[in-house]
């Protein structure tokens, strides 16, 4: 059975990550952060001393690598060879080399099943960069949220990351599979002057005119 799907897609601390994850709890949906997927083999390639280049090397690595996608709490969890690297998902070597994996078709492809294969069982908010392009570029239910780069630089920075977002960005967008763009049916949404509630308020009012209510006020 096909459940709804509703795509979050933009670009590095827009906010998207904080309104997918309130918007799915307002609706009683699960939360997949596809990003987290990425971090994880960025981490595990880190770990084993992968070159992130290396296509050949991460076919390899990934054809023996566990990768698992389940729900917990009401969220996705990823786990690599039976293990959630957690805070490692946000380290600067990750935040560093995680483009560069992303950018890896082979991995991409292994990703993608795994978030298509989520979403078979449960209604969920999908929160990525390609998510309403490539991922589910059937559903109706598309946002892009966005904010000006120096917004964004402020936000990742007033959560003390070393984080160089705008080298990702542009290796997100100038990629060949599944790059970083707005889809032709996704809502905009730019949140720079708005509260993450402000954003979500936005998001539940689109699709309650499509017949979609929360289910917690
Ligand atoms: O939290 P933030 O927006 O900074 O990043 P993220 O969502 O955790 O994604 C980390 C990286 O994973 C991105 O910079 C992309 O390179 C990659 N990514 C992707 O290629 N496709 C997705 N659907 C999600 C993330």
Redesign the pocket.
Same mark, same amino acid.
């Given at each position: 059975m096909q459940h709804t799907v509703i795509a979050i897609d %933009?670009? $590095?601390? !827009?906010g998207?990550?904080s309104v997918s994850r309130e918007l799915a709890q307002r609706l009683g949906y699960v939360y997949v952060?596809? %990003?987290?997927?990425? @971090?994880a083999v960025t981490w595990h390639a880190l770990q084993l001393a992968v070159d992130p280049s290396d296509a050949s090397a991460i076919e390899h690595l990934l054809e023996t690598t566990s990768l698992e996608c389940g729900v917990s709490d009401g969220r996705s969890c990823f786990l690599v060879n039976g293990v959630d690297p957690n805070e490692a998902l946000v380290s600067p070597p990750v935040n560093a080399a /995680?483009?560069k994996i $992303? !950018?890896q078709p082979v991995v &991409?492809r292994r990703l993608v099943d795994l978030q298509r294969g989520c979403a078979e069982l449960f209604p969920t908010v999908v929160? %990525? @960069? #390609?998510?309403g392009t490539v /991922?589910f570029p059937g559903t109706p239910h598309k946002f892009y949220i966005d904010a000006s780069p120096e917004v964004r630089a402020a936000r @990742?920075a007033g959560q003390g990351l070393h984080?160089p /977002?705008v080298q &990702? #960005?542009a290796? #997100?967008s100038a990629r060949q599979d599944?790059p970083?763009m707005i889809a032709r049916d996704a809502v905009v949404i730019d949140s720079s002057n708005l509260s993450v509630g402000e954003v979500v308020s936005d998001v539940l009012k689109q699709l309650q005119g499509k017949g979609i209510t929360a289910k917690v006020q």
């Open positions: %933009g670009p $590095a601390a !827009s998207k990550s952060n596809t %990003g987290a997927m990425y @971090r /995680v483009s $992303a !950018s &991409r929160e %990525g @960069r #390609d998510i /991922v @990742r984080d /977002v &990702r #960005d290796m #997100d599944s970083l």
